[in-house]
């Protein structure tokens, strides 16, 4: 079964991902855009857009939204990243009119009423205390001020008090416009669904769409590096270290994933292997490939106790250089098999299969067959790795963060002594 | 395609249910002990336990035993609970065989090598520690105490510094024979299985394995209730607060089940719309059924400024007894056909299903159809639910938890007078 995409006359674009034998259905639609797309003073709006729709949308109340979803067994959800914003439906066979109505009306008729706004405003106020709250989240905001700055990728996704607050009805209303513009927008279903059936309620809601002008494009991103540490009393200390690397549309994208998995991916991986197996410093220690679409960064986290952060940091910098330096064959074919498997078993979950169609189709026009992507991730080979590994230490940059007691605070300056040989 | 049950000689049970069309396989080989078994000096040795059996089993070392499975794109992975300890393996079609004999050193033929002791005890304290400094998981452990006092319900999964510390791997190795016995032993496969070669896979593996005398029951728990609160400098006040309910095998269950949802399972529940859409109170809001086998409780929790808190509990105190006397019908058929979805959603992910399965045999002695587990939920009535309510709040007691600045320690009191009338 292959997926069909169509492209309506306005830009929206339709992908239709059936998958024989489910009796639900996952709807997507997705707007290519979000909080990399937000100057500093609309830090966190569209955010905060995602979640005033749902108090009130083309005359139907807060209650009436999700009542007539629930109803009948479906769940509606929302996300907002940096650069995409998610409208998320799962529903059971024939669920998909409604579904798609429902989020035709979040999307393009939202309310937005003064009052809700303001007790909204609470609820996100909730929701960015939450974050400060835990250790191992409140880390990624701060190593993201340091890898990327004054740059949106440098700035929370739910913004800040100030910029939650400083947020209209009217200049949520504009903000929605240029947010949810034709030219980014997909409308993606799998599970039990027919494509004639998706396409004809998909120009239903969105074929009447007017493009703008002007909708926003995100500044350039440079990776400026640098340490961010605060004191916490905490049990452990929380260490993020990022490397700049590649975005999603270059030639190393691959590259990047393969060595994130050899590094720190499964329980094979060096870092698993050296800091938890051999020397039982950490729980949790995990390195990932962070990317957008023009720009990405390869990180680390662990949790340690403060004392060790800064042997973790040491760890970590003679695991990522060893590997920058070479990478065994059956240690190469590993990390390609884990890849493989975790897209393949990705595509077994339908929601998750209609975000990741999704995003294909924004990051590269089209989605890829599982074929393909097998295609890319083979073809890699140790002299790629190897030519990415200059590329993570080149610069001579790094961003770190650490959380804890005093006693963990060196561990960034300890990383980047020991990875870029500095006395 | 109907799910098929085999039990052995030695009681171990087997069950296959394969999903056509699927390239992957999920195993999950599940004991039916944990914590709940656990003396108050063995606390936190199933999780121990769980953890050392990946540090050496069958003459592999640790790194074989991840690189064996990873190399083909496989996931290895366990998890302790109270009632449960399970290992999983996902794999692509045709690595059932290895997922078997690689789970079944785990499971029976672990090294527990002193030196891996001991620096395994050091994972876990980072484990400890992680939970402690999250706020929304010590939370549950500080409820936890509450409700179930002295029993083993009452202690953390995870043990204590002292109780971790204590394990020697002699006291392990007799501890895990008691732990892993077959007459409370599960294999279960789903998605691309065959079910004759899962049983002969099974039989190698398990076919063989003793009942030993004595294998440990739990004591029987009581509900005691209580209020545990501590000061936290945290931007949030975290409150959970319990109702002594019912265990998964009595009548009651699918109506407790249907209770939770309607107080606080979706975006339509009753405190979701009243705490979070009306008055703008927290971002995390949500009600749950907490149950074992034979006891269980219905849980809320919720995430609010410190200065809410009362308000907070007061309202979560008015939802409740206002649903423990009347449901409306559209009201009780929606948190129906969302507790179905739930459950059929929850089959479509093979790990998810296999987990299902055993839960099922170890609570049930069989697995249910979904036609079955519908039909259960189908026959529920509002009077049932009444009937429940009179329940939750007929004993007098609650255990709350709250975690956050002084101003919000009052919760739990404000709950129990407004819950129970008292002045």
Chains 1, 2 share one sequence.
């Not at 995409?5 to 024989?20: A, Q, W």
């Not at 034998?21 to 003073?41: C, K, M, N, Y």
């Not at 050296?274 to 720009?295: C, M, P």
């Not at 004392?307 to 330096?325: N, P, R, T, W």
Request: glycine residues 10%.
């Amino acid at each position: 079964m292959t997926a069909t995409l169509h492209t309506l006359d306005n830009g929206v674009r339709v992908i239709c991902d059936p998958m024989p034998g489910l009796e639900t259905v996952a709807l997507s639609v997705v707007a290519g855009r979000g909080a990399i797309h937000e100057d500093p003073a609309r830090s966190g709006w569209s955010h905060l857009l995602e979640h005033m729709v749902f108090k009130g949308a083309g005359g139907r109340s807060a209650r009436d939204i999700v009542e007539v979803i629930e109803s009948e067994g479906g769940q509606l959800n929302a996300a907002t990243g940096y650069e995409r914003t998610s409208f998320q439906v799962r529903a059971l066979k024939g669920g998909l009119d409604l579904g798609m109505a429902v989020i035709g009306d979040l999307l393009l008729r939202p309310t937005l009423d003064a009052a809700d706004l303001a007790r909204e405003k609470s609820v996100v106020l909730q929701e960015i205390a939450e974050a400060a709250d835990a250790p191992d989240d409140y880390i990624f905001d701060l190593v993201q001020t340091a890898a990327w700055g004054d740059h949106p990728l440098g700035r929370p996704i739910l913004g800040t008090i100030d910029t939650v607050n400083a947020a209209t009805p009217q200049a949520l209303s504009d903000w929605r416009a240029a947010l949810y513009a034709p030219d980014r927008l997909v409308v993606s279903a799998t599970g039990a669904v027919d494509p004639v059936e998706l396409l004809a309620l998909a120009r239903r809601e969105y074929g009447g769409l007017a493009a703008i002008a002007g909708a926003p494009a995100p500044p350039p991103a440079l990776f400026v590096g640098g340490r961010s540490s605060q004191t916490r009393k905490l049990e452990q200390a929380h260490l993020v270290l990022m490397l700049p690397a590649c975005g999603a549309r270059e030639d190393d994208y691959f590259s990047l994933r393969i060595f994130a998995e050899a590094l720190g991916g499964g329980m094979s991986s060096r870092l698993f292997q050296e800091a938890r197996e051999k020397r039982g410093l950490a729980y949790n220690i995990d390195a990932y490939a962070d990317t957008y679409a023009n720009e990405g960064a390869l990180g680390v986290y662990a949790g340690c106790a403060a004392g060790d952060a800064a042997e973790m940091a040491k760890v970590c910098a003679e695991q990522i250089a060893g590997l920058a330096d070479r990478i065994e064959d059956a240690e190469l074919a590993r990390a390609k098999a884990q890849l493989k498997a975790h897209m393949f078993m990705a595509r077994e979950q339908p929601l998750s299969r209609s975000e990741q169609a999704a995003g294909q189709i924004l990051l590269f026009g089209r989605p890829y067959t599982p074929a393909e992507l097998a295609v890319a991730v083979d073809a890699v080979t140790a002299a790629d790795l190897v030519r990415l590994g200059q590329r993570l230490l080149g610069s001579g940059r790094a961003a770190t963060a650490v959380l804890g007691t005093k006693a963990a605070l060196k561990a960034g300056d300890v990383f980047e002594r020991a990875l870029f040989n500095r006395p």
